[in-house]
Nanobody
Framework: QLQLVESRGGSVQPGGALRLWCSAS???????????IAWFRQAPGKEREGVSC????????FYQESVSGRFTLARDDAKNTVYLQMNSLKEEDAGVYYC?????????????????WGRGTQVTVSS
C-alpha cells in the first residue's frame, strides 16, 4: 500500500492562489509510476468530487471542468510527490482536499476506485 500525506492547506481570498502537495511513502513506493494519483475535494454537505488526476505510466493529466485552466497538477517522481497549484480560487473551491492513489488503474472520478487516501487538508476561500 501507499501512505499519502497532504500539505497543510490554507485560507485565501477569492482570486488568490494556493499550492498543495501530496507526498507518498510505503512498501509499494518502487511502483509509484504504476499509480494513478488524484486530488478530490469535499465541501460541507456535498459529495466528494474529483478535481484532477495524473494517470499511471503516461502521466496524462485530467481536470474537472470546474477547475480547468485554473488548477495545475504536477508530478515529481524523484520526490514521490504530486503538486496541485490552484490559481484564481473561487469560494466554491473551498473544502477538504484529499490526495488519493490507486495502482494499475486508470484515472477515475469515482472515489471508490482509489484504495489509498490521505487524511485531507482544509482549503478556505473567503473574503
Amino acid at each position: 500500500q501507499l501512505q499519502l500525506v497532504e500539505s497543510r492547506g490554507g485560507s485565501v481570498q477569492p482570486g488568490g492562489a494556493l499550492r498543495l502537495w501530496c507526498s507518498a511513502s510505503g512498501p509499494t513506493l518502487p511502483y509509484y509510476k504504476d499509480y494513478s494519483i488524484a486530488w478530490f475535494r469535499q465541501a460541507p454537505g456535498k459529495e466528494r468530487e474529483g478535481v484532477s488526476c495524473s494517470n499511471k505510466d503516461t502521466y496524462r493529466t485530467f481536470y474537472q471542468e470546474s477547475v480547468s485552466g485554473r488548477f495545475t497538477l504536477a508530478r515529481d517522481d524523484a520526490k514521490n510527490t504530486v503538486y496541485l497549484q490552484m490559481n484564481s480560487l473561487k469560494e466554491e473551491d473551498a473544502g477538504v482536499y484529499y490526495c488519493a492513489a490507486v495502482r494499475d488503474y486508470e484515472c477515475s472520478w469515482d472515489a471508490q476506485t482509489y484504495n489509498n487516501w490521505g487524511r485531507g487538508t482544509q482549503v478556505t476561500v473567503s473574503s
